[in-house]
């Protein structure tokens, strides 16, 4: 099959439409391709010795268990927190505060004290037996003290105090994206509010991939709806940095490396095969979190049989190669979604999960995309709402009877009255 957006056999004419606007984003791509190729960092800590110049000045054991400091750096943006506090915030990491666990061990909810006032914080506890250890650790916190952006979880601060290691970030009160595409106990997200879902954590990635305002630029390398949060404004916030590998935006550094690390169903195999990282890497990724946001379907679902059934991103493109678009849209939204917004929604994803990662579209590429597709959709409920409204003119109020009445023959009369007018 051939997976460039302008050859799939789709119909109509949104498809034409979509087309000419890729020849005309054509000449732009291929500049900025040119201009990305090649652009891959080391997946291993020893080749980051190449750009320490980047690393921001940065000492573990900042401070001992008494409160003292041991080391320390004014330009260290986040806050270091004893253990007696992280203890505090958790209730002793107490059982019921539970978020949530991982690789990286287990996030509990807690509250931090301030001068001001409590606040509530997720805190990421490192188990000691987690394959994740000290270079995720520093990964993290080294990621996210550089780079500071709307669609970024906000690192508060880190413990690293008599080998008990945390990370303590802002606290999302609606969870991750995954939990509310694959639970059944959350409320059904809208098209309009997956559309802006996407455009969030879009933006987040092409920030962090272009190092806007500053000189770095990240791979996050672990791109996936769990690693997406929604605060309380459902906004999405890119989390997790473990993984991620950091170098200036400026310089072409190319690195082969022996490791290979992600999720599986997300993982791009132009990677896994050649073990080059790259920014198209994460691209990938994204567009498995695009369709797993159509379908609500899993990345990767066991409990299918059948091989085009268990990978979403096989079963979407059988789904693309015999034009069957309505088939991949999640049950719980059917029939709310423009045709001309599926259509290209899925085009756009599919380009994504390509199998040569130089056809894929660089994650601010997608954010115009999403932008537009979010245009044609809020006008199409606009539509869909005006015709609804067109099809009741008449104002219900007006033959509305109150069911308790004096007169029981008024009420008879006036029932019978309001019949006779509608019929």
């Keep these: 099959m051939k997976a460039r957006v302008g050859k799939f ?38 080749d980051l010795e190449g750009i320490q110049d980047v690393r921001p ?15 320390s750096s004014l330009e260290h943006p986040c806050r270091s927190f004893s253990l007696t506090e992280i203890q505090s915030a958790t209730d002793n990491f107490a059982d019921k505060l539970i978020l949530g666990k991982g690789g990286f061990g287990t996030v509990y909810k807690g ?82 509010t997956r559309l802006k879902i996407a455009i969030g954590a879009a933006r987040g990635m092409d920030y962090l991939h272009t190092g806007a305002g500053t000189r770095y630029g990240v791979i996050h390398r672990d791109v996936k709806s769990t690693n997406i ?47 080059k990282l790259t920014r198209k890497t994460d691209v990938y990724a994204f567009g498995v979190v695009l369709f797993e946001l159509l379908s609500g379907r899993l990345a990767v679902d066991p409990d299918k049989e059948e091989e085009d059934q268990c990978s979403l991103v096989r079963w979407a493109k059988k789904c693309v190669k015999e034009r069957k678009l309505n088939q991949m849209v999640d049950p719980t939204i059917k029939g709310t979604i423009s045709t001309k ?20 579209p660089t994650m601010g590429e997608l954010v115009t995309s999403l932008q537009v597709l979010l245009k044609l959709q809020e006008k199409f ?33 006036s029932s019978q009255q309001s019949l006779d007018n509608k019929n």
């Design 9 to 46: 056999p789709l119909q109509g004419r949104a498809l034409a439409g979509f087309v000419r606007e890729e020849e005309r984003g054509r000449a732009a791509r291929e500049k900025e391709k040119r201009e990305e190729e090649r652009w891959s960092l080391s997946t291993g800590a020893a």
């Design 57 to 71: 000045p940065f000492a573990l054991n900042m401070k001992s268990a008494t409160g003292e400091d041991e080391k």
């Design 111 to 192: 509250q931090i004290s301030s001068e001001e006032a409590g606040h509530l914080v997720a805190i990421k506890r490192l188990d000691s037996m987690s394959s994740q250890g000290e270079l995720e650790f520093r990964a993290e916190i080294d990621t996210l003290c550089k780079l500071r952006h709307c669609h970024l979880v906000s690192l508060i601060g880190y413990c690293d105090d008599n080998k008990e290691k945390a990370l303590v970030y802002e606290y999302m009160p609606n969870g991750t994206l995954y939990r509310h595409l694959h639970s059944p106990d959350t409320p059904i997200l809208s098209c309009v």
């Design 229 to 275: 949060l929604l605060d309380a404004n459902w906004a999405a916030m890119i989390s997790d940095f473990g993984l991620s590998r950091i170098g200036p935006t400026n310089q072409s550094i190319s690195f082969v490396d022996a490791s290979v690390k992600g999720t599986f169903g997300y993982l791009d195999p132009d990677y896994f095969y050649t073990k």
């Design 341 to 360: 917004c599926l259509t290209r929604f899925v085009q756009m994803a599919a380009r994504c999960v390509h199998s040569v990662p130089k056809e894929r």
């Design 381 to 413: 409920e606009r539509s869909s709402q005006s015709s609804i409204k067109m099809c009741f003119p008449w104002k219900i109020h007006k033959y509305f009877v109150p069911s308790a009445k004096p007169n029981s023959d008024q009420s008879g009369t």
